[in-house]
């Protein structure tokens, strides 16, 4: 907090609103004397003794407009992201040198609006970290989003590239799908579900987490490791789906040109087909649960939750992809039932024992699933900061966002009413302005 007030006013609004420690004692020396300065004091070190402190000045009185502009070069000489709010003339240099500048847009001035990235129309600074918040969920569902369609897509070109190896008595090959099955999964089965991740809320750590590097954009190490595992399950367990009822039953019969039109030499793999086009539908629409978490398991997406068994709430509460699973589901009977059109358009017949195929392969992708994020959890790959906070307890031995006004933000995220955001939202304000890499703020 960069002020104009008194050292004392400052330190006090700082201790309420949960900048600095109400007992600085529970702190080493070194950093407590730190915590609180005067523009005097600070202007009066070398930029040598300022990179020297433990830790920079969460509060500092009696500004100039110097002072601002010191402290944010201060912040990049540490490698850190600095967010500056303001409204008045003199705060034009330090909004235009910070990385984010906002100004407010009712009481602020005509220089500091032109000298900020971001005005905030309403002056609550509680917008700013409804912004953060909205942004980080949209981050999040657009990267579900492309997940799942990606993990269905590897999962097709896998059994369908291995399907070229099935060859009839002519020596052409038998496709596992027909191309109207792949069109209907990818253009219903799979699109609905991904609109529905993309309706998805703000997980229960959204504001805990540190901001994702922009370099990496949506396709992290993570999504893209994600994506070829689920996509090599489901396209392994499909293909074995389709071999043990040609090769077991079928003893291995193929027919002849079975990829045009119906025959009775075509049983086998019209049978086959329908099988696998249920399982493909199946662990496309279970994916997306699933993918509701990259990380938690489905049937625990918040790990603080009092519930025994929240799977079905958690479920329910995206009424929208839950009704897209539900259905999509359900419409594979008829696909598969429906006389004419399912021999004729899908190129697959109906189907008795083999369904038991179909669903012991979901169950088996499920658990899949879930023994993957549980081995990211547990060897710690991909670990986010967030999950590391909460097996610590959010214990820090030094002074951090997490001790302090950045916990804040966790609960008033939560909170649906209006009127409370307002009331809290210079603290929110300043935890958010501050959250550009780890610890020192503007």
């Not at 909205?134 to 590239?161: A, P």
């Not at 939560?414 to 959250?435: F, P, Y």
Request: proline share 4%.
């Amino acid at each position: 907090m960069l002020t104009g007030d008194h050292s004392g006013t400052a330190t006090a609004i700082g201790k309420e609103i949960g900048i600095i420690p109400r007992d600085f004692s529970v702190l080493s020396p070194e950093v407590a004397n730190s915590l609180v300065k005067t523009a005097a004091e600070f202007d009066g070190m070398t930029d040598e003794e300022i990179d020297q402190m433990p830790e920079l000045p969460l509060v500092i009185a009696r500004c100039s407009p110097n002072t601002k502009t010191r402290m944010i070069a201060a912040l990049h000489r540490r490698n850190y992201y600095a967010a500056m709010t303001g409204d008045g003339v003199n705060d034009g240099p330090s909004l235009q040198a910070a990385d984010v500048g906002i100004a407010m847009g009712l009481g602020g001035s005509d220089v500091a609006k032109g000298a900020s990235d971001i005005v905030l129309t309403d002056d609550n600074f509680s917008s700013i970290v409804n912004a953060i918040e909205e942004g980080r969920r949209m981050f999040d569902n657009i990267q579900k989003f492309v997940l799942h369609l990606l993990t269905s897509n590897v999962g097709e070109v896998v059994l369908l590239v291995f399907g070229l190896c099935f060859r009839d008595s002519s020596g052409f090959s038998v496709f596992p799908l027909s191309p109207l099955q792949i069109l209907w999964i990818n253009m219903v089965t799979s699109g609905f579900p991904a609109f529905g991740l993309g309706r998805e809320k703000a997980s229960y750590n959204i504001m805990l987490r540190p901001p994702h590097d922009n370099k990496k954009g949506v396709f992290t190490w993570q999504v893209i490791t994600d994506m070829i595992v689920y996509g090599l399950l489901m396209g392994t367990l499909t293909l074995f789906t389709f071999v043990i009822i040609v090769y077991g039953p079928g003893e291995g019969n193929l027919g002849h040109d079975c990829n045009r039109a119906y025959s009775d030499s075509c049983d086998v793999v019209f049978r086959a087909r329908a099988a696998v086009f249920a399982e493909l539908t199946w662990l496309i629409l279970i994916s997306a649960w699933e993918i509701k978490s990259i990380r938690r398991s489905m049937f625990r997406l918040d790990p603080h939750s009092k519930s025994k068994f929240p799977f079905f709430r958690d479920v329910y509460a995206n009424r929208f992809l839950f009704y897209a699973v539900a259905i999509g589901a359900l419409i594979v009977f008829p696909c598969v039932y429906i006389p004419c059109f399912n021999t004729t358009v899908f190129k697959h017949k109906p189907i008795s024992w083999e369904w038991a195929l179909s669903v012991g392969a979901a169950v088996i992708f499920v658990a899949g699933m879930e023994l993957w994020k549980l081995a990211k959890r547990t060897f710690r790959w991909f670990k986010l900061e967030s999950e590391e906070d909460e097996k610590q307890g959010n214990k820090k031995t030094s002074l951090s966002l997490r001790q302090g006004f950045f916990s804040f933000s966790k609960s008033f995220s939560r909170t649906t009413s209006l009127e409370k955001r307002a009331s809290n939202g210079d603290s929110i304000m300043m935890g958010q302005a501050g959250a550009g890499r780890d610890e020192e703020q503007v």
